[in-house]
């Protein structure tokens, strides 16, 4: 058998091809054991390929070993999300392996919960207390009342190992806290999501929209090169942003928008797009469906409108919105990533992507392209159990057009949930910091006194980690193989993690914890495999994938074709209408606006600002601020203040102050940053720093998630929106 390309079933021509043009060659011989395992001692620098996971982009990279130390680690030039680059984080990842706070070994509490003091203990106690919680759970409560939290693609073999024991709690804040508004807002115009690595066709587009969007601050690999790309072909670049940011810099119209009313900028921006006829109508009269309902909708946003709300002026809303309906269709309006701002993220989602499809840039050059992935057998085994209760985050509110489970949904079904579900009596949580992930810091942390137990999975000992009863010292990503990485992107490839030198300490990969828990919990035939390359052979010998090549060169990539729509053929939409839908059926049906609307999200009370929080290019969350070696770069946050804002206040560039927020929560010493690239409405904060976990060394700034203490619930997927809190300077 060859490799099969899962394309995007965009194309009804009777008997195309499914399958790709590019196949791999023989099936790979005897497994070879990973080179690098025999690095220690040899004085010849040797090179491992393998992916990154300094954040969530996955680039590939190849990392030069020396005497079983990592000296060097570069873009993988064979890779499509990296073309032979990093971005500075991936350069410093060794920060992470090297950090001298890793938790080196399996730890056991030993006062009360959150007291924070631990003991060390030997993995094999550490695996007999989690398996003789997880049975106690079962028999007492129920499989389904232990939730997963996760992040990161370590968490792989632990998601298939918590489903196999029983339980569908298992979420990623990623979804409610980040990007799940997008991918809704999308799936219901579009009938799919963008899904990550984003299909947007940056490199060949001919005008950019960047709203809320911070390209360049937060560095996504691909993206950030594609952008240069653009740049470098003259592209029309259009920033949309309270604060004028790195991306702004590039930009031909820069719009400093008040914060909370983008929705109504998109709008007006749809409104003279339809009213001077700039869309595509072709592309409207052959795949949407509600263009006349939009039409009527939008009288009501014009620029005008809009300017009361936005503080954009008329000219620039209608300036910017002609060149877009000039460019059309290789316009990318961007999707963003993080959106859960407000708690009408959905709607304003919607908005982006309704605005795309009257560009006709969705599946079009220079607007979103579609992908297609590898398509890997898994390896066989059982089905997992079928639950008998309803997933506990869909208790307290019922979130039908959610797709995936809600972090902070099952935060609150610890507390109680009603008869059809468990209130939950166990986490286990790999890779996430929830005491800063989840918004509510002091609800976390109440949930997690409630609980029976709590096991965590990471390699520093972050705030979540004090909470534990039981901590496992995860092996980092270049100490480890994870699953394989078949992502949906232009040119389908498989990627490989592997281990570029033995784990230090005493840490394991997550895959073995997984395997090890398994057969303590009689759970082995999920896991039909002996060795971890045994696994992979399972997976890849079927379809002919040349393991050792794989192994030398970290990524397989299948050429593949089309990415766009073409002339005579017609798209399919997984709508209910088979069409884009402009106008929602589902939204109508689930009782919701069908069309976006505009909503109020207030003022700051008097003497404060709106709190705004975002990425800084050296850092990607709380977990890369420890690292040594990016913070001879940049090892604290500032908190960016308007100059006539400062000034009121007395406040002096560089000089700490402390943040209060509504709710009286102060936050630790920041340094100020006095400037005028920030309206006098708000402030900004780069996340992830101001630690107070004991165990971590980097403690400077402040934290943006202890002063997000309220949120605003998306009505129509649970996601929650966390611009709506405001600070105060303590002077
Ligand atoms: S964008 Fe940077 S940190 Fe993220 S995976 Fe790529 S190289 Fe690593």
Not at 47 to 68: D, P, R
Not at 467 to 486: C, Q, S
Not at 688 to 705: I, M, P, Q, V
Request: aromatic share 10%.
């Amino acid at each position: 058998m060859s490799v099969r390309i899962k394309r995007r079933s965009f194309i009804k021509i009777a008997g195309m091809a499914a399958a790709g043009a590019g196949v791999a060659t023989g099936i790979g011989g005897k497994i070879l054991e990973a080179a690098v395992r025999n690095t220690t001692g040899s004085d010849k620098i040797k090179s491992v390929a393998t992916f990154c996971e300094l954040c969530f982009w996955k680039c590939g990279m190849i990392a030069k070993v020396q005497n079983g130390r990592i000296i060097k680690l570069e873009g993988n030039p064979k890779h499509p999300l990296s073309n032979g680059m990093l971005c500075p984080r991936g350069n410093g990842a060794t920060g992470l392996t090297y950090d001298p706070d890793r938790i080196k070994t399996p730890l056991m509490r030993v006062n009360k919960r959150g007291g924070d003091e631990f003991r060390e203990a030997s993995w094999d106690e550490a695996l007999d207390y989690i398996t003789e919680n997880m049975l106690n759970i079962k028999e007492k409560h129920g499989p389904d009342c232990l939730a997963l939290f996760n992040h990161g693609y370590g968490a792989s073999f632990i998601k298939h190992l918590l489903k196999a024991y029983g339980t569908h709690n298992v979420a990623a804040p990623s979804y409610a806290q980040c990007r799940g508004p997008r991918e809704v807002g999308f799936e219901l115009t579009f009938g799919e999501g963008i899904g990550s690595p984003e299909r947007t066709d940056i490199a060949n587009t001919r005008m950019l929209v960047l709203i809320g969007s911070h390209l360049g601050e937060n560095m996504h690999n691909t993206q950030v090169q594609e952008f240069a790309e653009a740049i470098g072909n003259g592209a029309k670049i259009v920033v949309v942003d309270p604060r004028y940011s790195t991306a702004a810099g590039k930009a031909d119209w820069y719009l400093p928008i008040k914060p909370g009313t983008d929705l109504a900028l998109l709008l007006a921006w749809i409104h003279v797009i339809i009213n001077e006829e700039l869309y595509d109508k072709e592309y409207i009269n052959n795949y949407a469906y509600g263009f006349e309902q939009l039409k009527a909708h939008v009288q009501d946003y014009s620029p005008e409108q809009a300017w009361i709300i936005t503080g954009i002026k008329p000219e620039l809303i209608r300036a910017t919105a002609r060149e877009m309906g000039h460019q059309k269709p290789a316009v990318l309006v961007h999707p963003g990533r993080h959106v859960t701002w407000y708690g009408d993220d959905t709607q304003r989602t919607r908005a982006i992507a309704i605005l795309s499809a009257l560009l006709g840039s969705w599946g079009r050059k220079g607007g979103y392209f579609y992908g297609s992935s590898v398509d890997v057998p898994k390896v066989h085994s059982p089905k997992y159990p079928k639950p008998t209760r309803t997933r506990a985050d869909l208790q307290l509110k019922d979130y039908p057009l959610a797709s995936s489970t809600l972090a902070s949904g099952l935060c609150e079904a610890t507390f109680a949930a009603p008869q059809a579900a468990c209130d939950l009596k166990g986490w286990f949580i790999y890779g996430t910091n929830l005491i800063w992930s989840l918004p509510k810091p002091e609800q976390t942390i109440a949930a997690l006194q409630k609980l029976e137990f709590v096991a965590v999975s990471e390699v520093l000992p972050a705030e979540i980690a004090g909470w534990a009863d039981v901590i496992l010292p995860d092996a980092t990503f270049l100490e480890r193989y994870d699953d394989l990485h078949m992502p949906t992107w232009r040119d389908p490839f498989i990627s490989l993690r592997q281990p570029v030198i033995e784990p230090m300490y005493d840490s394991r990969p997550p895959w073995w914890v997984a395997k090890q828990l398994a057969k303590r919990l009689s759970l082995d035939e999920y896991f039909p495999w002996d060795t971890i390359e045994d696994y992979f052979h399972k997976r890849l010998d079927p379809i002919g994938v040349d393991w050792e090549k794989l192994k030398k060169d970290g990524v397989a990539v299948y050429p593949d074709e089309p990415l766009y729509f073409k002339d005579g053929v017609i798209p399919e939409f997984g709508t209910d209408t088979g069409k884009i839908e402009l106008y929602s059926t589902s939204l109508a049906s689930y009782g919701h606006d069908p069309l976006p609307k505009w909503t109020d999200h207030g003022n700051p009370p008097e003497g404060y600002y709106r709190l705004l929080f975002g990425r800084q290019p050296h850092h990607t969350f709380g977990r890369t601020t420890n690292n040594r070696v990016l913070n001879r770069v940049k090892d604290e946050n500032e908190i960016w203040v308007n100059r006539h804002v400062a000034a009121e206040w007395g406040l002096m560039h560089g000089k700490e102050v402390i943040l209060k927020n509504q709710d009286g929560v102060v936050s630790t010493p920041v340094k100020v940053k006095v400037t005028e690239r920030i309206r006098n409405d708000c402030v900004f904060i780069a996340h992830g720093f101001g630690h107070t976990a004991r165990g971590l060394s980097n403690k400077k700034g402040a934290s943006d998630s202890f002063l997000v203490t309220r949120y605003k619930t998306d009505p129509i997927m649970g996601g929650t929106g966390m611009n709506v809190n405001f600070v105060t300077f303590v002077v």
